[in-house]
């Protein structure tokens, strides 16, 4: 299960990061610098397996979430540099949140239960159908309002289940 963290900002800065000896993979990753209100700053490495909601591209002025395993090893350095899982371009009429969900589709933190739809689309990453029960999974939801109670209660526009 992947212990899912995540960094929101203000794109500032992408490049091309370097990785391997030989340049053969060239122009394969990218570094993401993200910047937060407050002045925080995350670089992220973004590699051909960074997976983006939509498939959408983000540039320098884009506000994003990146999402990266807060149990996978880093280096100490500053500011701080996490291998991207999941990058989301923010979008001001839709939230997404990147959890895992129980049997009774409650988020890992407790601040999201979702009641599916039958015509909800429940998807694999590569935009397949999902054709199992996606409880307990770690899943990625895209949805509109919510419920104020707690936990929060949405009917998702769609599900895409991180395998």
Same mark, same amino acid.
């Given at each position: ?18 990785? $391997? ?18 002045? $925080? ?28 395993? $807060? ?68 899943? #990625? ?18 599900? #895409?289940?991180?395998?």
């Amino acid at each position: 299960m992947v212990n899912f963290q995540s960094f929101r900002g203000t794109v500032t800065q992408i490049q091309d990061f370097r990785m $391997g000896q030989n340049g053969e993979d060239a122009g394969c990753y990218k570094l993401m610098t993200v910047e937060d209100r407050q002045g $925080g700053i995350v670089n992220f490495v973004i590699s051909p397996t960074t997976y983006f909601v939509y498939a959408e591209v983000v540039n320098p002025g884009d506000l994003v979430t990146g999402y990266y395993d $807060g149990d996978a090893p880093a280096i100490l350095i500053y500011p701080p540099q996490y291998p991207a899982l999941i990058v989301v371009k923010e979008h001001f009429n839709e939230n997404v949140k990147i959890d895992f969900f129980n049997s009774q589709f409650v988020s890992r933190d407790g601040q999201l239960k979702l009641n599916l739809d039958p015509n909800t689309p429940i998807l694999l990453r590569n935009w397949q159908p999902f054709t199992q029960n996606p409880a307990n999974h770690n899943l #990625i939801v895209i949805y509109g309002p919510t419920t104020r109670s707690i936990p929060a209660q949405t009917t998702p526009s769609e599900v #895409i289940v991180w395998c």
